[in-house]
């Protein structure tokens, strides 16, 4: 089983919906990262979190500690919001902090 | 200018072949990470530094070796390329706050 799960694997919405990615994670961690990871494949951190809410214009990101799961929430959804987006938990492992990737969500909007 | 800079972007070359994959960074960070994406799975961390004397093995390390010429640079090698090594590499750093800034990837091909 993936330390870290990632739903739904593949969202095709249309322009204007709002939007959820889901998160889960079966171990302790120090913090949740959500990372977006364009077509030209590079990658954009949106958002470190370790607990409740973060916002950052139309993106909202919230963690539930106790639960083991966080949301990425795209209000407003247009076009250019089209690509993967990214879950990675930080864990300490032999004392160093490491992160643990999702397989990564890809969400497409149409016009 | 980029804050992370990955050279080359794109590699075509063959079994047996040594490789070089370079990374540098701007931002002053002393801890960097090399990670590979395979299709439909997770980034996989190869190896990381927390400065020029500290070097760890990530999972996935076998048939890579790095050097950390100077805190601004972290590159790996592929000694000798194989086929299943083909894939998207990303160097990073880490901020002492933990977000990651990625470099834009390099993508290895190895026929």
């Known amino acids: 089983k993936n330390e870290v799960e990632q739903s739904p694997q593949n969202l095709t919405a249309q322009e204007g919906e709002f939007i959820t990615i889901n998160c889960s994670y079966s171990v302790g961690i120090s913090a949740l990262h959500w990372l977006q990871q364009h077509p030209g494949g590079g990658i954009v951190s949106l958002f470190m979190l370790s607990s409740g809410k973060k916002k950052h214009g139309r993106l909202i990101a919230t963690i539930n500690i106790q639960e083991k799961h966080s949301s990425l929430h795209i209000t407003a959804s247009h076009p250019r919001d089209s690509a993967v987006y990214i879950c990675a938990v930080a864990l300490l492992i032999q004392g160093a902090q490491k992160l643990v990737f999702g397989q990564g969500t890809r969400l497409t909007i149409n016009p | 200018d980029a804050d992370v800079t990955q050279t080359p972007r794109n590699r075509i070359t063959k079994t047996g072949k040594r490789i070089m994959l370079e990374c540098s960074q701007t931002k002053g960070h002393d801890r960097m990470y090399w990670y590979r994406q395979d299709p439909g799975l997770g980034l996989r961390l190869i190896y990381y530094?927390?400065?020029?004397?500290?070097?760890n093995k990530g999972e996935i390390s076998d048939g890579y070796s790095v050097s950390r010429q100077a805190q601004a640079k972290f590159s790996l090698s592929l000694e000798s390329a194989i086929p299943n090594q083909t894939a998207l590499y990303f160097c990073?750093?880490?901020?002492?706050?933990?977000?990651?800034?990625f470099g834009p990837g390099t993508r290895l091909t190895v026929l």
């Open positions: 990073a750093t880490r901020d002492r706050l933990g977000e990651q800034f």
């Open positions: 530094s927390f400065d020029v004397k500290d070097i």
